[in-house]
């Protein structure tokens, strides 16, 4: 891999000389090139992305639903598109969902997502039931309000600041996914 590499910086040293590349220099840069073009067309159709319907952010795709599920019925209907309900891991990913539902690009409601503690108290992601660290809680929430509220949401009467509700109310839903390469 060095010698090819060589020979080019060669060749711009001297540009002007006839004698630069010989036969089998020109056989190797061939052969680089020919390379080149049969990984650009395997790689041609093939892109990082979303599918259809889907947003993405960072390394992964997310979907917003126009439907109003409960979290029971949201969660199962994430797992049948290929995903979870969001797991939101930082302020820069909570920030740009609130971004994506205040800019009006998707429907400004209440949005489920994967936050619960059906053991009072810890909450847990339901992806891959690890614990919630970062938070985006609304001032004195969660509250388990009437003892029945253990799932969370983003709270569209407080500016989308998260909120423990009761899992079976009806609200739209936030679906998240790795991202994928879609073959065209």
Known sequence: MIFPLLVIFCCILNVKSETCLGSQEKSILSGIKSSIKKLEEKLAGKSPRCRAGWKEFRDHCYFFSTDKKTWQEA??????????????????????IVSMITS??????NYWMGANDFKEGDWRWVNDLSKVHFTSWQSS?????GGKEDCGHFWHGQNYKWNDQPCNDNFAFICESPLVFIIH
């Open 75 to 96: 969660e199962l209907e994430c797992r049948h598109l290929g995903g979870y309900l969001t797991q939101v891991t930082d302020s820069a990913e909570n920030s740009w």
């Open 104 to 109: 009006k690009k998707v429907n400004q409601q």
């Open 141 to 145: 929430q969660p509250d388990n309000g």
